[in-house]
């Protein structure tokens, strides 16, 4: 899938929603961090898998560490 459209109001609030929810960990990334680590990604020199990124967005342990 891919987007070309930026996420909507409603969109952004739902995935706050979620990063702030007992369904991820206690050390998942804040909507404004995550949104800086996503700019890093897409303008960085280096590659970084999406297994690598998913686990540093939910934290240490990665997002089945509940």
């Known amino acids: 899938m891919i987007l070309d459209t930026p996420l909507s109001p409603k969109e952004i609030d739902e995935l706050n929603a979620f990063l ?3 369904a ?3 050390d998942c990334m804040h ?3 995550l949104d ?3 700019t890093a990604l ?3 020199p280096k590659l970084v898998l999406p297994r690598e990124g998913t686990c ?3 934290g240490a342990g990665g997002a ?3």
Do not use: W, Y
Request: proline share 5%.
């Open 20 to 22: 702030m929810s007992d």
């Open 24 to 26: 991820t960990p206690e």
């Open 31 to 33: 909507i404004v961090t």
């Open 36 to 38: 800086g680590f996503l």
């Open 42 to 44: 897409a303008i960085g």
């Open 56 to 58: 540093r967005i939910f």
């Open 64 to 66: 089945d560490n509940r």
